[in-house]
């Protein structure tokens, strides 16, 4: 008696095939919208005879940028002016990511400070700079050098050689000497030598039991070898201090208002944030953990190490990396005050050429780049280091 | 060792005295020791360097009603900026003697939000409440009927543009943000990846570029001859922005739902929409309402990005005063003001999901 | 009964904690009153009461958890002050075991247990590992070494923590109610390893509701109410003959 096999259900009460209709619904929809949108476009892209694709890219740009990393002049292409663009995007994101961090990082552990004042006054900046808009912030920061700071001639000098003025902030720099390349190329083999150092120590530990002071000789090893060999390179002292020279200074290294205003803006509405994370990700580690460590008797130092830290930092790091995407992201409203990122760049592109789907596309495109390689990123590091449980 | 004594006289020994009192919470808490004394000794001394000269340029030397040449005279703080292009800051070009109408229109609003902090007026007629409110408020700011002048969206500006954008974004984008969401667990894989790609394409840029998108290229997508006003357009791609963020929150609630759930309802011969819009958004919504808040607060902000594509919000009628030769000079009174707007704002809206937290937690 | 009490004539006289005059203060609030407390080496005690009572301030006391305000406290000859290399000596000494086992989940069972070794007694790695299997095949666990602890039951969690706690070589243990956090069907194998170890010799103060584990392996019963020691004794004494009426009342609560 096979009651069930024999019975006929009729196509449309069939869920196999309701779903593929739905399925056919929607994208038939979406298609039919897409078709709308896009014919429109081209229609009136042709009216107002505009060119399509991207063989602007090759054309001279014609216009200037106020900083940039790599040579760059009015002659050069639209493309070799995107790429000043990007440089500079990365450039601001990478120096803000890393204050951050730091910033967000102090505060954040401030605020779990058992001493009143300082967690109070943490408190009290996580919270007025989280509700006041970036842009603002930016705003304010620009506007404080514009107005507030006095011209070059009557620059502050609040330490020999750093002048603040509404042109930016010049501060000495040393020349050039072929030593600092060495000294570079030392510090890169001293983090490698401290690297091997720890894993020489570790095994050293499990042989015989014995520690060792890994962080103080790393630490002496990353100074002290460069700072070597400056030493046998002469120890070259000149420093170009910036002078006023007509009517701005020269020599030592200058940092556009516009890139000061926007790193400021940044990095402080962001550090409130990272705070929030890393006290969040401090606090989710049980009380119980460091009881137990504790009565084990271990020092604080090694509790925080081995046993604090570990489980903080699973905690810490999904949104520590979204909030540094948002500071990447934000960093596209340097186009308000005039900073030449990538959107700035590809907003005057776009005004000049007239091609503006093209332009929103790539703007649109850089920073997809960007946030799907950190989703990447953070969902290789979930997997890694996910508490093992039943 | 035999049973201990039981006299009373234990009771009235009392804690060592710097252990409790004032003095007891004055040592643990600043002067805990050597190192917090430090602490608390260099933050005293940074607020004694911050706060006496901000008093003294903010409130002693400060002028408050008066011109600019008066102003540029004074050492302090130029509060007469704020207090005499207050109406402008606020209202934009709206025309001056028919601003009692955005006035109006916000104070509904802030009536509408104040009620909204108690959970016992969340029931069925409230929601008519909001809608009716909503469409009452639009219909003050535009006018045209009932007798009241009708004023062009273009003069539109200022705080009521601010909320307007915030409140109507949130508003459009949360419905938007639901469906995403339940796209996204469809189990449907055409439409779970129209969906993802969606949601990961926009929160993966700048709100930026989609404002810019919406005001450069949107009129390309419509056929000659439809226009459609610049405040449209920024609205239309805040809600398309708002609502992927929310997607994803939501999406957090339907996966913090047990199994159990749709189970139970499925065992109950309820279809789809009956199980979603009966069981399982009723209570997942729920359990996301703190995220939600944030993501409010967040859209409030972001507002202030439409002065980049020439919008007059607040930010904007802020730098026009600005520009004004009389006031130049004088943007940190301007921006101190609208932050303090901005931050009551975001403040009261954080406090309240704060407290909202709590009380869901307890009721869990 | 009898070996109990023949273990306890044998022990070693002088005493391995001492307690004296010991009060504490949360606040205002006097949580430990007067309190004064001798143990012997190998001697076992059992610390019962309402809770509210302070037994659990009383032990979390000895191995600075908590901090006393007046009064003294001596383990193994050293006095517990704000002398952080003495809290450390005397932590390294006294071995507890929690409630919520508080086991470290970012660490294999193995590596929960070496950690201490390692770390503290600089002892090399494979010795670690090597005493750390051994203790875990005491506690019946061995074949779990290189599981997380989040994959063990609640007491399997626990027989753990003891391990990890004797790996230090303590002279003391410290109980604090470890099987109140477990099914019922678990608490039978936490007390089997702990009635083991009791009697292997170790001194051992427990803080818990067991009252057969109490009559079974204790030396003493204290009895503790309102943060004070009421009264103590051996356990056929304290079960049979409770002298103050608030042990009355207690017991008459509990065994029922």
């Known amino acids: ?390 | 060792m035999g049973p201990a004594s039981l006299t009373e006289a234990e009771d009235t020994i009392k804690p060592p005295v710097t252990s409790i009192g004032v003095v007891g919470w004055i040592k643990s808490n600043l002067f805990n020791g050597w190192f917090n004394s430090i602490l608390t000794l260099i933050t005293v001394y940074g607020l004694y360097k911050i706060i006496p000269p901000f008093v003294r340029w903010a409130f002693i030397d400060s002028v408050w009603l008066s011109r600019g040449e008066a102003c540029r005279e004074a050492a302090g703080a130029c509060w007469s900026i704020v207090t005499t292009n207050f109406r402008f800051i606020l209202f934009g070009f709206y025309p001056y003697d028919l601003q009692w109408r955005p006035l109006v229109a916000m104070l509904l609003l802030f009536v509408l939000l104040f009620m909204s902090r108690y959970r016992r007026f969340w029931k069925k007629w409230f929601g008519y409440t909001w809608i009716a409110g909503l469409f009452s408020m639009g219909l003050l700011m535009k006018g045209g009927l009932f007798g009241l002048a009708s004023v062009e969206s273009t003069k539109w500006g200022g705080l009521p543009l601010t909320l307007l954008l915030s409140v109507f974004g949130l508003t459009a984008a949360y419905p938007l943000g639901v469906l995403l969401a339940l796209g996204r667990q469809s189990r449907l894989p055409m439409i779970r990846w129209i969906c993802i790609v969606y949601i990961e394409m926009i929160r993966g840029v700048p709100l930026i570029s989609l404002l810019f998108m919406g005001s450069i290229i949107f009129p390309l997508f419509l056929p000659e001859g439809v226009n459609i006003n610049s405040i449209l357009r920024a609205q239309i791609a805040i809600i398309l922005f708002t609502a992927a963020y929310i997607a994803e929150v939501v999406r957090g609630g339907l996966q913090g739902m047990s199994k159990g759930q749709y189970e139970a309802a499925e065992s109950m011969g309820l279809n789809y929409y009956l199980t979603m819009r009966l069981i399982i958004l009723p209570q997942a919504l729920k359990m996301v309402i703190p995220p939600t808040v944030s993501i409010l607060i967040s859209a409030f902000k972001d507002t202030s990005l439409v002065v980049i594509i020439a919008l007059f919000d607040l930010l904007k009628t802020s730098q026009t005063v600005l520009s004004n030769p009389e006031w130049m000079g004088f943007s940190r009174e301007v921006y101190l003001f609208v932050a303090l707007l901005y931050f009551l704002g975001c403040f009261s809206m954080s406090n309240y999901s704060r407290k909202l937290e709590r009380e869901l937690d307890r009721d869990l | ?256």
């Open chain 3, 1 to 256: 009964m009898n070996t109990n009490q023949k273990d306890a004539a044998a022990a070693a006289h002088d005493p391995i904690i001492e307690i004296r005059e010991m009060h504490k203060w949360f606040g205002e609030f006097h949580v430990l009153k007067n309190i004064d407390l001798e143990v012997r080496r190998k001697e076992r005690i059992v610390i019962c009461g309402p809770s509210g009572s302070g037994k659990s301030t009383l032990i979390r006391c000895i191995n600075r958890l908590e901090e006393h305000q007046r009064g003294r406290i001596v383990v193994d000859g050293i006095e517990l002050t704000n002398n952080v290399k003495n809290i450390e000596k005397i932590r390294a000494e006294v071995g507890m075991v929690f409630q919520h086992f508080n086991l470290f989940p970012h660490l294999t069972i193995l590596e929960n247990l070496s950690l201490g070794p390692i770390w503290v007694r600089k002892v090399p790695k494979r010795q670690a590992e090597e005493s750390a299997m051994y203790y875990l095949e005491k506690v019946q666990i061995a074949e779990q070494a290189h599981k997380y602890p989040g994959q063990l039951s609640g007491g399997q969690q626990q027989r753990v923590a003891i391990a990890r706690s004797l790996c230090m070589a303590p002279k003391v243990m410290l109980f604090d109610e470890p099987t109140s956090a477990l099914d019922p069907e678990m608490i039978k194998e936490v007390l089997d390893v702990m009635i083991e170890l009791a009697q292997e010799g170790m001194t051992m103060i427990v803080v818990t509701h067991e009252m057969g584990f109490a009559k079974s392996v204790a030396h003493r019963v204290l009895f503790m109410d309102y943060g004070q020691i009421v009264e103590g004794n051996t356990p056929s004494e304290f079960f049979d003959n409770p002298r103050h009426d608030r042990t009355k009342l207690f017991l008459s609560q509990i065994l029922h």
């Open chain 1, 1 to 390: 008696m096979n009651a069930t096999a024999s019975v006929k259900v009729p196509f449309w009460l069939n869920p196999k095939v309701r779903a593929v209709f739905y399925q056919i619904a929607v994208v038939g929809l979406v298609g039919l919208l897409a078709w709308y949108l896009i014919s429109n476009t081209l229609t009136n892209l042709e009216k107002q005879s505009v060119a399509t694709g991207f063989g602007f890219l090759s054309k001279e740009s014609s216009f200037e940028i106020g900083e940039s990393l790599i040579s760059y002049s009015s002659a050069s292409t639209y493309a070799r002016a995107l790429l000043v663009g990007a440089l500079n995007t990365l450039k601001v994101s990478f120096v803000g990511v890393v204050l951050t961090v730091f910033l967000g990082a102090v505060v954040g552990v401030a605020r779990l400070s058992g001493n009143w004042l300082v967690s109070k006054a943490a408190g009290v900046y996580i919270e007025v700079m989280q509700d006041i808009p970036v842009l603002l912030q930016l705003f304010f920061w620009y506007a404080i050098f514009y107005e507030t700071l006095p011209s070059p001639r009557q620059a502050l000098n609040p330490v020999f050689g750093v002048f603040l003025c509404n042109r930016g902030v010049a501060f000495p720099m040393p020349v050039s000497h072929p030593v600092y390349a060495l000294m570079l190329v030392a510090f890169a083999l001293a983090c490698a030598g401290a690297f091997l150092l720890r894993r020489w120590a570790r095994k050293r530990q499990a042989r015989t039991g014995l520690p060792f002071p890994v962080v103080r000789v790393a630490a002496g090893l990353v100074l002290g070898l460069p700072l070597l060999i400056w030493v046998l390179g002469g120890a070259p002292l000149e420093i170009s201090v910036p002078e006023l020279k007509g009517f701005n200074f020269t020599g030592g290294m200058t940092l556009s208002p516009e890139f000061i205003a926007l790193l400021l803006g940044l990095v402080l509405y962001t550090a409130a944030f990272v705070a929030e994370v890393v006290r969040a990700g401090i606090q989710s580690v049980s009380k119980g953990q460091q009881e137990a460590a504790r009565s084990i008797g271990l020092k604080p130092a090694l509790v925080l190490n081995l046993v604090i830290l570990p489980q903080a930092l699973r905690v810490i790091i999904p949104p520590l990396t979204s909030q540094m995407l948002n500071l990447t992201k934000n960093s596209s409203l340097a186009v308000a005050i005039g900073y030449p990122d990538f959107v700035s760049v590809a907003n005057t592109t776009i005004n000049q050429t007239g091609q503006s789907i093209e332009g929103v596309a790539l703007i649109m495109m850089v920073y997809l780049i960007f946030s799907l390689s950190t989703s990447l990123f953070m969902n290789w590091y979930n997997k890694r280091v996910a508490l093992v449980e039943r």
